[in-house]
C-alpha cells in the first residue's frame, strides 16, 4: 500500500479540523470530549507511561498525567503534515506543538514538541479515529512539569 502527502483536500481539512478539536481539549484539560477522537482500543506511547492499549489508560497515564501540569497547550496547525492510504480508510497525521511548562518554583518555560497520530475510519465519509498517538518533547525540553490546572471533564 502506497501512502501520499498530496492526500484530497477534504481529507486534509477533516484531520487538521481533528487536531483543532484536540488542541482545545487538551487546552481546557477537558478528557471528556477527547474520548470522542479515539478509537477505544488506540495503542499509545508518550513521556509518562511505556506502550499502553485502550483509551482509558491513555487518558490514565498520560493524559491525566500532563494536561493539568502545562498551560497554553496549541498544536501549530500550518505544521501539519497529512498522508492517506489509496483507500482513504487509513492516514496519518504529523505536527508540531507549543506549550508552556512550569517548574516546582512556578516559573515559565517553553515546552514545545510533536505528534504523531495514525487514524482509521470504517469507510471514506466516517470521521477519522485515532488509532496510535506518539507526543514527544523536542529534544533538550524538560519533561517536568508542575502546574495544577483542574480538568473541566
Known sequence: MTYTWNVPEDDFNAIRQW??????????????PARDLFEDNV??????MDVVEGLQDLENDQWRSV?????????????????????????????????????????????????TVAFSRARRNARWKAI???VSLNPGTPAPSHGKRPAKS
Request: proline share 7%.
Open 19 to 32: 487536531f483543532a478539536e484536540w488542541t482545545v481539549n487538551v487546552a481546557d484539560v477537558d478528557f471528556v
Open 43 to 48: 495503542a499509545s506511547f508518550g513521556t509518562h
Open 67 to 115: 494536561w493539568p501540569t502545562i498551560e497554553d497547550f496549541s498544536f501549530l496547525l500550518p505544521t501539519l503534515k497529512v498522508a492517506v492510504s489509496p483507500d482513504r480508510r487509513m492516514a496519518l497525521g504529523i505536527i508540531t506543538f507549543s506549550s508552556t511548562g512550569i517548574t516546582a518554583d512556578g516559573h515559565r518555560f517553553p515546552r514545545p514538541g510533536r505528534a
Open 132 to 134: 496510535h498517538t506518539h
